[in-house]
């Protein structure tokens, strides 16, 4: 998996500058007018050029110098260099892709995901079965490879892995024959080392910063121990009786040239001695003359950084340069490279030992060097290392030099956190190369002044527990929770000491102490009515509280079982034989129902107090108790007892039973308590709007408590809706658009020739249709009969209501629609006298598609009547069309006939379509 960054458009430009830079000091002269000076991050990116690239910058830098371009302006060159540097863009950003993307190492994490080839899970459906050992495999799951980067497949050979990518471990499973059948993705998850692994060693990342922090500073004055060489240039200034400036560079030979002072050997010489010899010549041969001597461009040098460091060479750095910049071009000591004992070698001999720990740790930089020309830098092996994690300020590896001490290394590692545990620390050492021992001390103590360390050693300072000792915790819903100080003799009162102190909704009938025994750890719990012991502080309501008890508050608007159950838990798991697990449960009309530790002497008013007291709707006169037992050891046995409900909430002591282990209290709701149910009354009724109804109450008699219809109404195309139906409706849609795909599937695999292309065409179209069909849930009602306008007191037409009925009563309509296979589907004004096919005719008449046996009318209140035979319509009686009436004219599906359920698909659809019409018109 490769992780790919963006790179600016700009990109080419700064990294074309900055190579142009640095090749332009290369090939032009240091002496010329128009050399360049190197920043730190052009001559890093010059050191890490490649040998091929950089030969090729080469000549086209000289070929532009050849023809005369200005290499002092760099941004004048970038368009010639623009493919050079766009190659070099592309080079960098392959270099990253590649150093980014993860690889397979010891002890890797991977998820692979082996998915049957689609051709063989088709094959599995009929006959192909898994091996066992693959079935294992088949999926997504997670492994980890072992400490020589193998990966362990279940019932497979292992398979080598390190090194490789995600996208090469993909290639090499798929290439094992067993796992051929699958198709293969493979993630490697980046690791994450934890405890003394995820220790870095100390100082390392001190040169990997991109900064120029350890670049020698060529600029500001130069110090006076300096030492003057070939290459310096040296400005002198004359005033007084004569007078001039001049900028002379020292030659090869070490001899400065002045005018009217002749020449002068400086090789070697301090800078602060240099001038005290100019002022004396000026002195005695140039009367009346004083002289400004400072020093301008300065030389560079060349220096050698060898041993264990990140790229050992040969490097040109200024005459300015110390042993730590010179480190930081080198790109800084490996890991495997001291810190400690890093040499300088002058003329073949060691001048100086520094130790980077020094800067480091105590900021003294005095080992740090100037270099000279020809100086060595040699980086030798990293001596003894010791770990220090836990609870000290710096956790890392660090190395040791001469004899140290525990002490010492807690020093190195910045001293011990505030919370650490020094008497518990231990140390992990190897012993004699041999075996692996675990040594603990007090490293706080004198001992651990004295105790050496050694190498490979890991020192661990625990931290101290996290528990607070002498205190009391008030957790849930507190304005002011959180650890208390407890003292001997405290009571509930004073931790709480009023309602104030809780937040808004508390239930003060049911604080659960969780208390832990000091000696044995043991879990216990007891609750205590918080409202009682703020009345009355003397009475055994309050409490007295013991150290490490922890008060929970709870909240009557959220449920408590989040703190119960982890609570139950402990209790169970110290249950064992003679001392069973003890706890009680409640359920039915309280606020909270569920499980709760059983206290001693525990009644039913105290377990509904622990549940929040009785809803609104529980039923207060008597309520049930389950009780189970064993009998004999040999069975459990389960009784229910009576409880008078009304006595125990009297306060009635004989009434109030006391509980057992694994009791269970139902509270029963009141008979006949339910929500209130509504229904709507929209349209020409004479007071329209939502109405509370009652179980059993009927439309008509919501109808009278309405007014009645407004004269304007049109009762016969009333239209009633229940959710139930609609649900019902729906579910059978779905049911008849599966049939009919499975249909059209079969349909689909026989000769065309046989079934017709119209046929799968008509069939692809009704599903659609049904697909996007909504239902609506409507009840066909005779409103006019119900309301007794025919005179009827409409008893056997009423209707009994449900929640969320709806009652919708148009206008009177003057309409006949005609739908279906119509040349003209339309809506006809109503005459009187017309019949059925007057209206067809009117419409266009009949389609080729039509089914002239089948035409029905749905009347407006939703009622269906034929004047033919039809396999699901009886004959109808009345054949008179009537205002608001919908002529249908169904599709001939025995023409195109492969499903002989096609035709109830299109009369749905149709009835659905003027259901859904209706509806959305009365809206309109």
Same mark, same amino acid.
């Given at each position: 998996m490769k992780k790919c960054r963006e790179r600016p458009s700009w990109l080419a430009l700064t990294l074309g500058t900055a190579v142009l830079a640095a090749l332009a000091a290369i090939v032009w002269s240091p002496a010329s007018a128009q050399s360049i000076q190197l920043t730190p991050e052009q001559q890093q990116l010059l050191d890490q050029l490649p040998p091929a690239q950089r030969e090729q910058a080469l000549r086209q830098i000289e070929q532009l110098r050849q023809q005369g371009a200005d290499l002092s302006d760099l941004s004048s060159l970038s368009e010639d260099l623009a493919p050079l540097f766009e190659d070099l863009e592309d080079s960098a950003a392959e270099s990253e892709e590649e150093v980014e993307e993860l690889r397979a190492e010891p002890d890797s994490r991977l998820i692979l995901t082996l998915e049957l080839k689609e051709e063989l899970e088709r094959e599995q459906q009929r006959e192909f079965e898994l091996d066992v050992a693959l079935q294992r495999v088949e999926g997504s799951r997670y492994y980890e490879l072992d400490d020589t980067g193998v990966l362990h497949l279940p019932g497979l050979p292992s398979i080598p892995l390190l090194g490789l990518t995600a996208e090469q471990i993909q290639q090499r499973l798929g290439a094992e024959p067993a796992l051929s059948i699958f198709e293969i993705t493979a993630t490697i998850l980046?690791?994450?080392?934890?405890?003394?692994?995820? @220790?870095?060693?100390?100082?390392?990342?001190?040169?990997?910063?991109?900064?120029?922090?350890?670049?020698?500073?060529?600029?500001?004055?130069?110090?006076?121990?300096?030492? @003057?060489?070939?290459?310096?240039?040296?400005?002198?200034? @004359?005033?007084?009786?004569?007078?001039?400036?001049?900028?002379?560079?020292v030659t090869r030979d070490g001899i400065l040239n002045l005018p009217e002072l002749g020449p002068i050997t400086v090789a070697g010489l301090p800078f602060s001695e240099f001038r005290r010899d100019v002022d004396r010549r000026v002195e005695e041969m140039l009367l009346g003359t004083q002289a400004s001597v400072t020093l301008g461009r300065l030389r560079t040098i060349q220096v050698f950084v060898l041993g264990d460091v990140n790229r050992p060479g040969s490097y040109i750095v200024s005459s300015l340069a110390t042993m730590t910049s010179a480190l930081y071009r080198s790109g800084g000591v490996s890991r495997v490279g001291t810190l400690r004992n890093i040499q300088l070698k002058r003329n073949g001999e060691t001048a100086v030992r520094l130790d980077l720990y020094d800067a480091l740790l105590r900021g003294d930089t005095s080992g740090d060097w100037r270099l000279q020309p020809g100086d060595v830098i040699f980086i030798p092996p990293i001596g003894p290392q010791v770990s220090v994690s836990g609870a000290v300020k710096r956790p890392a590896v660090y190395e040791t030099r001469g004899e140290t001490s525990i002490a010492d290394a807690v020093r190195l590692a910045g001293g011990m956190l505030p919370d650490a545990y020094p008497e518990r620390a231990r140390i992990e050492r190897i012993e004699g190369n041999r075996v692996r021992k675990v040594l603990s001390l007090d490293a706080g103590s004198r001992a651990a002044e004295s105790t050496p360390t050694r190498a490979g050693d890991v020192l661990f300072i625990p931290e101290i527990l996290p528990d607070f000792e002498q205190s009391v915790t008030l957790v849930g819903h507190a304005n002011r929770a959180g650890p208390y100080e407890w003292r001997p003799g405290m009571r509930l009162s004073d931790l709480i000491a009023a309602k104030r102190e809780l937040r808004p909704g508390a239930d003060t009938g049911y604080i659960l102490i969780r208390r832990e025994d000091p000696r044995t750890r043991r879990v216990s719990a007891i609750s205590a009515n918080l409202s009682d012991a703020l009345a009355n502080p003397a009475s055994a309501a309050n409490v007295a509280l013991q150290a490490r008890d922890t008060v929970h508050v709870f909240s009557l608007a959220f449920g408590r079982q989040r703190v119960i159950e982890p609570l139950l838990e402990e209790l169970s798991l110290q249950g064992r034989s003679g001392e069973p697990y003890r706890e009680v449960s409640v359920s039915g009309e309280v606020r909270a129902s569920g499980s709760y530790p059983l206290e001693p002497e525990m009644r039913v008013s105290d377990l509904i107090r622990a549940g929040g007291s009785l809803s609104e709707q529980a039923y207060p006169l008597k309520a049930e108790v389950a009780r189970y037992e064993v009998v004999d050891g040999e069975y459990r046995r389960t009784a229910v007892v009576d409880v008078d409900l009304e006595g125990v909430l009297r306060g009635d002591t004989a009434a109030d039973l006391r509980l057992q282990a694994h009791d269970n209290l139902r509270i029963s709701k009141i008979?006949?308590?339910?929500?209130l149910w509504t229904m709507t009354l929209e349209g020409e009724v004479r007071f329209p709007g939502e109405y509370r109804i009652r179980q059993g109450e009927t439309l008509r008699q919501v109808l009278d408590r309405a007014g009645g219809l407004t004269a304007a109404a049109f009762p016969e195309g009333a239209i009633f809706l229940r959710e139930s139906l609609r649900l019902r409706e729906q579910e059978q849609i779905e049911v008849l658009a599966r049939r009919l795909e499975a249909d059209l599937t079969s349909l689909s695999l026989q000769n065309i020739d046989t079934t017709g292309s119209g046929a799968l065409e008509t069939g692809q179209e009704l599903l659609t249709q049904l697909r996007t069909t909504e239902a609506v849930g409507r009840l066909v009602i005779d409103l006019e009969q119900l309301a007794g306008r025919t005179g009827d007191n409409g008893g056997v037409f009423d209707v009994e209501l449900r929640d969320g009925d709806r009652l919708l009563v148009p206008k009177q309509s003057q309409e006949v629609t005609v739908i279906g296979e119509t040349q003209q589907n339309t809506s006809h004004l109503f005459r009187p006298g017309l019949s059925r096919n007057d209206y067809v005719a009117m419409s266009g008449g009949l389609t080729r598609r039509a089914d002239k046996q089948l035409i029905y009318v749905v009347r407006a209140s939703g009622a269906v009547v034929?004047?033919?035979?039809?396999?699901?319509?009886?004959?109808?009686?009345h054949s008179e069309i009537h205002a608001g009436d919908t002529i249908v004219v169904p599709l001939d599906t025995g023409k195109v006939r492969p499903v002989t359920f096609w035709t109830n698909v299109t009369q749905i659809l149709y009835q659905a379509a003027i259901a859904v019409a209706a509806v959305q018109t009365f809206n309109d």
């Open positions: 980046e690791s994450t080392s934890v405890g003394v692994d995820a @220790l870095e060693p100390f100082g390392y990342d001190l040169f990997e910063a991109e900064s120029g922090g350890f670049m020698p500073v060529t600029t500001g004055p130069v110090p006076p121990d300096y030492i @003057l060489g070939p290459g310096d240039s040296v400005r002198v200034q @004359l005033f007084g009786a004569q007078q001039g400036i001049y900028e002379i560079e008979p006949d308590w339910d929500t034929t004047t033919n035979r039809s396999r699901w319509l009886g004959r109808g009686r």
